[in-house]
């Protein structure tokens, strides 16, 4: 008998045609709801206008979500899940806390640069979640805010990170800059900022603030 197959050697067999189809379909539609809600608003947001984006019959979006709030807490849960990545990236580098936490800014700030779409729903929107929804929604803003002050705490106990001001004054000095870095892109105009160009000037400016 030949040697069996360890799980590295046997291929990840291809996805059906109609699972792909799904998934794609399924991208279309959040794609277009982020386009729209960050345009109009959630509450000016209609499920036909999503369908009509997508090029499908509104009934045939229910197969995707149940109501329109799920879509946003759908998109709200992504951006999260993007976030955290980042977070899982920034721990595999095993920086010292203070390099750490400018790493944790430079790579949420170009987050927030690529998609000022979703970045403006999480901040927005997310009042119009309700129940159990709400209450995830909001903790994952107190999480990534508990991962700053971790990193801030951390360089303060090191030395790296200034301590006479509060860690929570820091952490949500550090948190107002990375949220509105959003609104930093160029006008028409003017001198043209490049994502590198502004996330190398956030992640300057905080760093020369909180540095020792």
């Known amino acids: 008998m030949g040697a069996s197959k360890t799980p590295s050697d046997r291929s990840t067999p291809p996805q059906s045609p109609r699972k792909q189809e799904r998934r794609n379909r399924d991208n279309s539609v959040m794609k277009e709801a982020i386009a729209i809600m960050a345009e109009k608003g959630y509450a000016a947001t209609s499920i036909q206008e999503v369908a009509d984006r997508v090029g499908v019959l509104k009934g045939s979006l229910y197969h995707y979500f149940n109501s329109k709030e799920e879509l946003l807490f759908r998109i709200l849960e992504e951006s999260y899940l993007q976030m955290n990545a980042i977070e ?125």
């Open 88 to 212: 899982a990236e920034v721990d595999e580098l095993e920086l010292p806390p203070f390099d750490a936490l400018l790493e944790q800014i430079r790579r949420s700030s170009v987050w927030f640069l690529q998609n000022q779409e979703r970045a403006h729903i999480f901040f927005t929107e997310t009042k119009h979640l309700t129940d159990d929804r709400l209450t995830q929604a909001r903790e994952w803003g107190r999480a990534f805010e508990r991962r700053l002050s971790s990193l801030i705490v951390a360089g303060q106990e090191a030395g790296s990170i200034r301590s006479d001001v509060d860690q929570r004054l820091l952490t949500r000095f550090t948190i107002g800059a990375i949220n509105n870095i959003r609104f930093w892109p160029s006008r028409p105009g003017g001198k043209q900022f490049t994502v590198d160009d502004l996330t190398d000037g956030v992640v300057l400016l905080v760093g020369d603030a909180l540095k020792s």
